[in-house]
Structures are given as C-alpha cells and as structure tokens.
C-alpha cells in the first residue's frame, strides 16, 4: 500500500473528534449512490421502453422493404425474391400488398390499412402473425361460400362488435365501372383471426389478407404486389443489408427502405428523451461531489497540523496532493458500488416482480420493462467517478499550498 492511499485511509476510515465531518461524508456517499442508482434504474426503464416499442414495430413490418416506381416491375417477383433472399444477412422474405379500405360491419364502418400476404412466407418475416389470440392463417383462403378470411386487431374487433366467423364486407376506395357511373368495390369476408400487439396503432386499423384477396378487392392484376418485406438477421444492420439488397435487385426501378428510417422521427425522440434524463439526473451525482468538495475543504481544515508535520517531515507538495485527492475518490467509489447495488437491485425486481403496472390503454406494455446494457453502466459509473474525481482537485491544491511554518507558528 502506498504512502498515500494509507494516510488517505486513515483520514477517512479512523475515529475523529469531529463527527460532523464523518456525517458530511456519509450524506457525500449516499448522494452519489442516490445518483447513480437513479441513472441506472431511469436508463433501464427507457431501454426496456425503447426495446419493446421496436420489436412490437418490426413486428407488424418488415426490416427492409423493397418497392418499385414503376407498378408493373413488381409483376411475378418470384426470381426478384429469390435474388433478394441470396443476399448475405437475409433471413426470409415474402411479397405484399398494401392499401387502405373500408371495414363495414352491421355496428359499424372503420378505416382499414388492409396487408395482403401469402399465408405461406409471411409468419417467417412478419412475428405479429404469431400474435394471434383466436383463429389462425389457416382460415384465410376462401372457403365453400367464396368469402375470403381477414384477421384483424383485438381494438377493432372489440369495436365493432365482432369475433372469429363473423361477416364483414370491405370497401375499395378504387370502384368499379357500371352501367350507372363508378361504385364502390364491396366484397364479403369472414374473420378468420384476431391479434394483440399491445399498440393501440396496430391493434384497431390493421387487417391480414391473402393476396389474392388482396387483389380482388382492389382491381389489381393477377401477380401485382406492392413490394417485397424482407427481414433481416441483425436489425441494426438493415442499412447496410438493404443497400445490398439493392444491388441484387438490379437497382433502378427498384428502391428500398429500412425500418430506422420509417420511424426515424420516433426512435429519434426516444434517443433524445434518454440522453436528456441521463443530463438531469446526473445532476443528483453532482449535488454529491459538492459535498465531497464540503468534506475535504472541513478536513484540510481540521488536519491543517497534520500536513504541517508530514511536509516537516519529507512529504512533497504532491503527495499531500495525492492524499485529498485519493480520499475523495475512496469517497465517490463507495458511492458508485453502492449505486451500483441498489440500482441494480431495483431493477431485477422491477424485472422479477413488476409491481409498477402500468394502464393498458394508455401504454403498449402493462408494466415497467427494464433492459440494462452494458455501455450504459459503464457510463453511469464513469461520469459519476469523473465528477468525483474533479471534486477533490480544489481541496488537494489548497492543502498542498499550506506553509508548514506558518500552520505550527502558534502550535
């Protein structure tokens, strides 16, 4: 053990005759712990948010979708598919098609984003379908009465009253030509499934047909989709894979898009809305250091004999430096360890018990989710050492400036 830190120890831990100053060096300790604690378990929250809020998202949609601005490019894209699903980091793809309708009900009339897909390829690329509370893809072709099935949110079929083999008829926006002007194009389908996402979004304007429904109702021609959804093994990476993608569609008049920029806005908030708590509460650990600043100026004061005799004795300006300056940091990492237990603590029971419910109609998840990632907690406990660190320079410097003669003039 070196000179220092001994000495350091001493000062810290050994009984003194002043208990204030052992009281002020307590409530250091349990500020920076507080602090801590708090940026732990506040980041865990906004991880376990973020994290679910974007699987609940590529869910419901692809990582990387491929479309096309010319309409009869995306004709039979069977060889399109295959090229796309070659492409290092594919993990699946499947065609679609998109458009919005009308959902008619006898309780009712609601706007419908209407998903075309094939029963077959889609439950590999879209993980909402494995979200099915009642039915299954099993009942979405046509059956002996020629309706096609259509499954639908938990919000919308509470809304409109309806349940797994009720009637329904959808409205195309596109019409069809009569004898009598343009009329609405009206087929009949049956609900062949319902599915819960927790995201109010989702759950009350989206329906799942087959695509040749899908194009029936929408006067498409046989082999028309919109796109190709593809998903891809590592999300973070959907940039650089669907640039890859890109090129083996052929480029022009094909384009794609990735997840991180259908929903930059939001993920961008969310980004924003976790550094600006991180900034707040890092402000707890900072009310800490400036008790440590409190405690050492107190005992450079109480000590100011002390150092008189160690410099007498042959220690230098910048081991009585050291000293204060280890002290303080001894105080900031018993702060930081104990940060670390109680938020560490918090959030496995957070996790464990979740006894913070949350409103379902208000939230997409019923309770508090937490995900700590490394980088964060290395972080917190970086800047709360940091700041503890930059605490103890002003006391050291004044007790390494102390004159040992006139500190023993009148001793």
């Known amino acids: 053990m070196s000179f220092e830190l001994f000495v350091a120890g001493r000062y810290l831990f050994a009984r003194r005759k002043q208990a204030f100053i052992s009281v002020i060096s307590a409530m250091s300790i349990i500020g920076v712990g507080l602090g801590v604690a708090s940026l732990i378990v506040v980041l865990g929250v906004m991880n376990g948010f973020t994290t679910d809020l974007r699987d609940k998202i590529l869910g419901a949609n692809a990582h990387v979708i491929v479309m096309s601005s010319k309409p009869a490019a995306m004709r039979d894209v069977g060889e399109l598919m295959g090229r796309v699903q070659d492409v290092r980091g594919v993990k699946g793809a499947t065609p679609f098609i998109y458009s919005e309708t009308m959902l008619s009900t006898p309780h009712g009339v609601k706007g419908l984003v209407l998903r075309g897909i094939d029963p077959q390829t889609a439950p590999g690329v879209l993980s909402i379908l494995s979200r099915m509370t009642r039915g299954g893809l099993r009942d979405l072709p046509a059956g002996p009465d020629g309706a096609h099935g259509i499954i639908i949110g938990q919000e919308l079929a509470n809304r409109l009253g309806i349940t797994t083999g009720s009637r329904v008829n959808l409205l195309s926006p596109d019409g069809q030509k009569t004898t009598t002007g343009f009329a609405p194009r009206i087929r009949p389908f049956r609900v062949a499934g319902i599915f819960t996402t927790g995201m ?22 046989e082999g028309q989709v919109s796109g190709i959804e593809v998903v891809v093994d590592d999300v973070y990476k959907a940039d650089v894979i669907g640039e890859d993608v890109l090129k083996a569609s052929g480029g022009y008049p094909y384009y794609v898009r990735n997840w991180m920029e259908m929903n930059a806005n939001l993920f961008a908030a969310l980004k924003l809305e976790k550094t600006a708590m991180f900034v707040i509460l890092a402000l707890i650990v900072l009310v800490g250091s ?37 002290q303080g940091t001894i105080i900031g990492a018993i702060g930081t360890a104990l940060g670390y237990v109680l938020g560490l603590s918090v959030s496995w029971a957070l996790q464990r018990y979740q006894f913070i419910k949350l409103p379902q109609g208000v939230y997409s998840i019923d309770h508090l989710p937490v995900l700590l990632q490394w980088s964060d907690l290395a972080a917190v406990g970086g800047a709360a050492m940091l700041l503890c660190f930059l605490a103890t320079i002003y006391p050291a410097r004044q007790a390494a400036a102390l004159e040992p003669v006139e500190a023993l003039r009148y001793e």
């Open 200 to 221: 109010y979004e989702y759950d009350s304007s989206l329906g799942f047909v087959t695509l040749d429904a899908a194009r029936d109702i929408l006067g498409l021609p």
């Open 290 to 326: 400036f008790s440590i600043v409190t405690t050492l100026v107190m005992l450079v004061m109480e000590k100011t004999r002390d150092i008189a005799i160690l410099m007498s004795m042959g220690a230098t300006r910048s081991m009585v430096r050291r000293i204060f300056m280890l």
